[in-house]
């Protein structure tokens, strides 16, 4: 949809009908490569871990480990800081905690509220997902996959997308 300046300000044009259905084919073909790119993600990690022997944790756990990074965090941060897109974050929490890949300490405040950070063997398993992201980056420059204005395109129109669906979900007209 383009933008054109009116007297009020800018108003939206509208498409045509064939216009209209050639952007919804190819906006129902960016949802499928969308939710499809996340599930290989997930697949690349657990067949990286598969072949460094760590099987005790699943992909979304290590992407989970990767994300919190260095912060101490609360579960409920883990989705509001966008660490953690399932539904069953306390599920996988427990069992990060429980095989020693995360400490947790109940706030001294609200002991419903339980704090969680990395341990030495979670910070091990994001060094794993960190090298390997860095050897997909290099590997996407160096085989002319993309490059960095190519990268920022992507990353600019997602965001995008992500404001306009937030704007839905907040603002519903």
């Not at 939206?12 to 919804?24: C, D, E, G, I």
């Not at 067949?47 to 005790?56: H, K, N």
């Not at 290590?62 to 599920?91: I, P």
Request: charged share 25%.
């Amino acid at each position: 949809m383009s933008i054109h300046t009116g007297i009020d300000g800018p108003e939206p044009t509208r498409l045509s009908a064939a216009s209209s259905a050639s952007f919804m084919a190819s906006y129902l073909d960016t949802l499928t490569l969308v939710e499809r790119l996340h599930r290989l993600l997930l697949d690349v990690i657990k067949d990286e871990f598969e072949r460094v022997g760590i099987l005790e944790i699943n992909a979304v756990q290590a992407l989970l480990l990767f994300n919190v990074g260095d912060n101490e965090v609360t579960a409920g941060e883990l989705k509001t800081r966008g660490y953690y897109q399932g539904s069953n974050v306390s599920y996988n929490l427990k069992k990060l905690v429980d095989l020693g890949y995360m400490h947790h300490q109940r706030s001294e405040v609200d002991r419903r509220s339980v704090r969680v950070r990395l341990s030495e063997k979670g910070r091990e398993v994001r060094m794993i997902v960190a090298k390997l992201f860095a050897t997909h980056a290099e590997g996407l420059v160096a085989r002319g996959v993309l490059d960095h204005e190519g990268i920022e395109d992507i990353t600019t129109s997602l965001r995008r997308v992500e404001r306009y669906w937030t704007e839905q979900i907040r603002y519903i007209y």
